[in-house]
T-cell receptor, first 116, second 113 residues
Framework: AQKVTQAQTEISVVEKEDVTLDCVYE???????LFWYKQPPSGELVFLIRRNSFDEQNEISGRYSWNFQKSTSSFNFTITASQVVDSAVYFCALSAIGAAGNKLTFGGGTRVLVKP | DADVTQTPRNRITKTGKRIMLECSQTKGHDRMYWYRQDPGLGLRLIYYSFDVKDINKGEISDGYSVSRQAQAKFSLSLESAIPNQTALYFCATSRSGTSGEQFFGPGTRLTVL
């Protein structure tokens, strides 16, 4: 069975501070995908990033960066110089690759509140 | 724009009523999913369908049923709604053979009194 844990339920920061969201996963699959989604107050789910288990390179996209460490089963997400518009709930998710793939297992989410 | 739509967006109903939530997509994807979101629990999979004739139970299917009327349509039914089915429901789609990215509808907020 797959499991995704986001231990931080809520993080509050002041604008321009950096914030790191933790994600730890469990899976018996040797190949899998990891995802981050953002859910702003309006409620929709916005795809942020996908990483496959073959690729442990860290990635940076603007103010967002991701640190994937297979050895510790973690896929952490950092927002640099946070802005009020970053206030949202962020979900980490996992799916297998192959015939059983495409079924996402989500973590419980981390609510980020960025104060001006 | 190719999209995933859900109707209704909001619904208030009473215990024991039958409710249907509908999902349509114009993305041409073969796979469709229903999730529910509860505070602190993230999204949990209710049912999924890999094509019109392939429907599977997810993690929390009890109390729900689905119908895949066409490749583009996937409906979720609550035969006899109960208050603990109050939640935000999301439909999603994906294409087989891809990296698994799912595209979500805007969600339906259901309240069962």
């Amino acid at each position: 069975a797959q499991k995704v844990t986001q231990a931080q339920t809520e993080i509050s920061v002041v604008e321009k501070e950096d914030v790191t969201l933790d994600c730890v996963y469990e899976t018996r699959d040797t190949t899998y995908y990891l995802f981050w989604y953002k859910q702003p107050p309006s409620g929709e789910l916005v795809f942020l990033i996908r990483r496959n288990s073959f690729d442990e390179q860290n990635e940076i996209s603007g103010r967002y960066s991701w640190n994937f460490q297979k050895s510790t089963s973690s896929f952490n997400f950092t927002i640099t110089a946070s802005q009020v518009v970053d206030s949202a709930v962020y979900f980490c998710a996992l799916s297998a690759i192959g015939a059983a793939g495409n079924k996402l297992t989500f973590g419980g989410g981390t609510r980020v509140l960025v104060k001006p | 724009d190719a999209d995933v739509t859900q109707t209704p967006r909001n619904r208030i109903t009473k215990t024991g009523k039958r409710i249907m939530l509908e999902c349509s997509q114009t993305k041409g994807h073969d796979r469709m999913y229903w999730y529910r979101q509860d505070p602190g629990l993230g999204l949990r999979l209710i049912y999924y369908s890999f094509d019109v004739k392939d429907i599977n139970k997810g993690e929390i299917s009890d109390g729900y049923s689905v119908s895949r009327q066409a490749q583009a349509k996937f409906s979720l039914s609550l035969e006899s709604a109960i208050p603990n089915q109050t939640a935000l429901y999301f439909c999603a789609t994906s294409r087989s053979g891809t990296s698994g990215e799912q595209f979500f509808g805007p969600g339906t907020r259901l309240t069962v009194l």
